[in-house]
């Protein structure tokens, strides 16, 4: 699976959009890029994901460069319960069940 | 959506016993379970992957003889800390896939996670 870097930590005003950005230069064509969260003390929880196209659902939309080394996930109205560890991930998609590895994530704080 | 339940949320335990901790797959059947530890201001790390009706694949440096596995059935995985010690202490999550979810993709659903308290 490709690398990620993320930045450690963001600030984002409450009802802002939060953009976090995602490298992963090495990203092959079969691989996804997903995002999760984790809130403190909880266990994660899936954001999104896409391949080549941006994406949008409930939670957040992504976007993905065209050359695909780069990605943004966009929260479109940040709110306090939006705190969390942000995880961008790449990998490729199968048909069975495959472990996450996580990077360290960026820290977004959302601030009232 | 698919759930994972993880059972006891919480939980202290004095140095030298045993504690287990259940995850289960509410509403959907998982062959694979992955079991995550995770230490305070530090990312999640893979511990070991648990296999329905075979052994679990461990990950290294995690000692199968002291973080016990068993994954009995299409919906349950547990795993036994033996002879804690506070080292021990930390955040053990669980996950699993639904392969019947989101199509094309490799999603994990992850329960809340276990903090475990060793004195």
């Known amino acids: 699976d490709a690398k990620t870097t993320q930045p450690p930590s963001m600030d984002c005003a409450e009802g802002r959009a939060a953009n976090l950005p995602c490298n992963h230069s090495t990203i092959s064509g079969n691989e996804y890029v997903y995002w999760y969260r984790q809130i403190h003390s909880q266990g994660p929880q899936y954001i999104i994901h896409?391949?080549?196209n941006n994406e949008t659902n409930e939670m957040a939309s992504l976007i993905i460069t065209e050359d695909r080394k780069s990605s943004t996930l966009i929260l479109p109205h940040a709110t306090l319960r939006d705190t969390a560890v942000y995880y961008c991930i790449v990998r490729s998609s199968s048909g069975s069940a495959r472990q996450l590895t996580f990077g360290s994530g960026t820290q977004l704080t959302v601030l009232p | 959506g698919a759930v994972v339940s993880q059972h006891p949320s919480r939980v202290i335990c004095k140095s030298g016993t045993s504690v287990k901790i259940e995850c289960r797959s509410l509403?959907?059947?998982?062959?694979?379970m992955f079991w995550y530890r995770q230490f305070p201001k530090q990312s999640l790390m893979l511990m070991a992957t648990s296999n329905e009706g075979s052994k679990a694949t461990y990950e290294q440096g995690v000692e199968k003889d002291k973080f016990l596995i068993n994954h009995a059935s299409l919906t349950l995985s547990t795993l036994t800390v033996t002879s804690a010690h506070p080292e021990d202490s930390s955040f053990y999550i669980c996950?699993?896939?639904?392969?019947?979810?989101?199509?094309?993709?490799?999603?994990?659903?992850f329960g809340a996670g276990s903090r475990l308290t060793v004195l």
């Open positions: 509403d959907f059947q998982a062959t694979t």
């Open positions: 896409g391949l080549k």
């Open positions: 996950s699993a896939r639904d392969l019947q979810g989101i199509s094309g993709a490799n999603v994990l659903t």
